[in-house]
């Protein structure tokens, strides 16, 4: 098999990536090794920043988003029993973000791909990336129980955290940034209408909390619980009673409770691959850096990657220039690391480690006031939230 573009994974970078490929005439090979229901169901992130909604919508996978995604201008901050909004348009001069959870966005993409893209291939797994430093990479790739060899000019690793690509960078040239935390969130999907019409970010001596939704009638709620906890040990009624504690205020305000369809644990990690390109093999997305879910960036880090490798690659075809190619690693870890700083601080502010003194949380408490007083703290994370600059 062989094509312009070998794409390893279909999830939202993968998938994004494919489609723009497409609507540049450039042709492209997916490979992913889950069958399509899982990609199509996996729950993931669900905040969609200005600019993701704005690339998604020029790559005409926007129609469906537009009808049933809410538009958020704000979210909300609670600490000390009371509630604090942070209005993102008023604060960044007209930006706001999306509510269209990730299954959504992986579906509209898949059902384009099949209907006019190149080939999607489910259940065909990448087993390594070879001659990556070399003018014709290849992935060899396991489907059916056969294995087989695409003979790409380029190749891109969408295949998340735990996919085979970053391996064929050599040890030698790589270098990796991380950080673990001592905590992890316990996330719920529950049939029930959200509790609140905006995000709520809820500070607590117990732990963090969040309030958020996947449409008008399911709410997704996460818990921070210790690392390495497992889903099994909460019961329904104890998830319902700690989100009470945690996110109660002294207005009266109340938490709708419904049935929970789905719970999981969300490690919390931050990781850096550096850099991003080695010959003519790219990492994007989740398979280069991992954020903490705390600042909703994981998802649109993603699109950003691969809106500048489409970007650089049209350009080489159209110019026989290299040069924004060759600006792929800098310009997207520029992005990053930005994404990495914004999902620390949110981090860190909102989470008491398990060791924490009352120093530490003094100085929590002091950074949330801080937000909720002053215009300039404000406007400095309703531009984070809402988004960095693509490209
Ligand atoms: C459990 C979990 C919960 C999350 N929750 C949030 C959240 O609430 N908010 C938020 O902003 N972000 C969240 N994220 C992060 C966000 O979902 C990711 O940043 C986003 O999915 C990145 O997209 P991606 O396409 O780079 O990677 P992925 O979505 O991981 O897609 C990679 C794809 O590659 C495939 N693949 C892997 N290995 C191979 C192989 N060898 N061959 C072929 N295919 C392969 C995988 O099956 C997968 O489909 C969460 C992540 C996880 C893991």
Redesign the pocket.
């Given at each position: 098999m062989r094509t312009t573009v070998g794409i390893?994974?279909?999830?939202?970078?993968?998938?994004?990536l494919a489609r723009l490929l497409h609507r540049a005439g450039i042709d492209a090979v997916v490979?992913?090794?889950?069958d399509r229901s899982?990609?199509e169901h996996?729950?993931?992130?669900?905040?969609l920043e200005q600019g993701t909604v704005d690339v998604l919508r020029a790559a005409g996978a926007g129609e469906r988003m537009d009808r049933e995604g809410l538009r958020h201008d704000g979210i909300e901050l609670r600490f000390d029993r009371t509630r604090h909004r942070v209005d993102f348009p008023a604060r960044t001069g007209g930006r706001s973000v999306t509510v269209y959870a990730?299954t959504e966005v992986?579906k509209d993409l898949i059902a384009l791909q099949l209907k006019e893209g190149g080939p999607l291939l489910f259940e065909?797994?990448?087993?390594a990336v070879e001659g990556a430093g070399g003018e014709r990479p290849r992935v060899r790739?396991r489907r059916e129980g056969r294995e087989d060899v695409l003979e790409c000019d380029y190749v891109v690793g969408?295949?998340?955290?735990?996919?085979?690509?970053r391996a064929a960078v050599p040890a030698a040239v790589a270098r990796v940034s991380e950080r673990t935390y001592p905590y992890a969130?316990l996330?719920i999907l529950a049939d029930v209408p959200p509790s609140h019409d905006e995000l709520v970010y809820a500070r607590h001596d117990r732990g963090f909390a969040l309030l958020?939704m996947r449409s008008s009638s399911v709410s997704?709620l996460?818990l921070q619980v210790p690392a390495g906890t497992r889903a099994e040990e909460w019961t329904d009624d104890e998830i319902w009673s700690e989100l009470d504690r945690r996110l109660e205020t002294d207005d009266g305000w109340r938490l709708r409770r419904g049935p929970i369809t789905q719970k999981?644990?969300?490690?919390m990690r931050s990781f850096v691959h550096e850099p991003m390109r080695h010959g003519r093999l790219f990492l994007?997305?989740?398979?280069?850096h991992?954020?903490p879910?705390t600042?909703?960036?994981?998802?649109?880090?993603?699109v950003g990657?691969v809106v500048t490798f489409a970007r650089a690659l049209i350009h080489e075809r159209e110019t026989g220039s290299p040069d924004l190619l060759d600006a792929y690693s800098a310009t997207c870890l520029r992005r990053v690391w930005q994404a990495e700083r914004f999902s620390y601080d949110m981090t860190t502010l909102l989470h008491p480690a398990p060791d924490a003194t009352p120093f530490d949380a003094g100085i929590q408490r002091a950074r949330l006031a801080r937000i909720a007083s002053s215009r300039a703290a404000q406007t400095d994370l309703a531009e984070a939230y809402t988004g960095f600059p693509l490209g």
């Open positions: 390893i994974g279909a999830g939202p970078a993968g998938l994004l490979l992913e090794s889950r899982y990609v996996r729950q993931r992130a669900g905040i990730q992986c065909a797994e990448a087993l790739f969408c295949d998340g955290f735990r996919g085979v690509a969130w996330g958020s997704r996460y999981s644990v969300t490690p994007a997305g989740d398979a280069a991992i954020v879910p600042g909703a960036k994981g998802l649109n880090l993603a990657d």
